[in-house]
Nanobody, 120 residues
Framework: QGQLDESGGGLVQAGGSLRLSCAAS????????MAWYRQAPGKEREIVASISWSGANINYATYSVKHRFTIIRDNDKNTLYLQMNSMEPENTAMYYC????????????WGQGTQVTVSS
């Protein structure tokens, strides 16, 4: 299994922006479709956005995420990003990255995640 190190979270006011990073090691992300996930308190982990290994195919979980978030991958840096703009309090969650679960398995150990808190 590879390892993941998420960073970039923090406290932001509604309407603000954050850029999350996910540095991978042990496996090349270029071999996998990758995704960002989040888990809010009391809820199950859910997928936020996914991106194919080449970057050609991108999917977002909701209409709201699609028009405010951008998933980006830099295979040369072995790093995945999530640019979040016009943030809302309901975006508050712990954010994680991993391979896209639609592939049938996770190819990385889960990292510690990065906490995102949006105040109203």
């Amino acid at each position: 299994q590879g390892q993941l190190d998420e960073s970039g979270g923090g406290l932001v006011q509604a309407g603000g922006s954050l850029r999350l990073s996910c540095a991978a090691s042990g496996r090349n992300i270029s071999d996998y479709n990758m995704a960002w996930y989040r888990q809010a308190p009391g809820k199950e982990r859910e997928i936020v956005a996914s991106i194919s290994w080449s970057g050609a195919n991108i999917n977002y979980a909701t209409y709201s995420v699609k028009h405010r978030f951008t998933i980006i991958r830099d295979n040369d840096k072995n790093t995945l990003y999530l640019q979040m703009n016009s943030m809302e309090p309901e975006n508050t969650a712990m954010y994680y990255c991993n391979s896209d679960h639609h592939s049938g398995t996770y190819y990385y150990d889960w990292g510690q995640g990065t906490q995102v808190t949006v105040s109203s």
